[in-house]
């Protein structure tokens, strides 16, 4: 009788050994997938930063381009612009 119920409490120890490992693995589950959300946010939120990163310094250099072409005399919009030579040039200046 006394094997019988050794064995019985053997049997028992591995059940509820069994359950905690299962109960473990579900909490490592639930865990690794928390951490992997967190880095799929944190990498989103990195693209977005750099994107808007990109976008302002495009910006910043077209600003740049649209001043220096607001900037140009009426002539120099023709389809082809020759700058001044010779004494017309030096008139121009003074």
Do not use: Y
Request: hydrophobic content about 50%.
């Amino acid at each position: 009788m006394s094997e019988a119920k050794s064995a019985a409490r053997l049997r028992r120890a591995r059940i509820q050994l069994g359950v905690a490992g299962l109960v473990m693995l579900l909490g490592l589950a639930w865990l690794l997938r928390g951490a992997l959300e967190a880095s799929a946010r944190e990498q989103q939120l990195r693209r977005e930063a750099l994107v808007a990163r990109v976008f302002d310094e495009l910006e910043a250099s077209l600003a740049s381009f649209v001043v220096a072409e607001e900037a140009r005399p009426f002539v120099q919009w023709r389809r082809e612009w020759v700058p001044p030579t010779g004494s017309e040039a030096k008139k121009k200046k003074a």
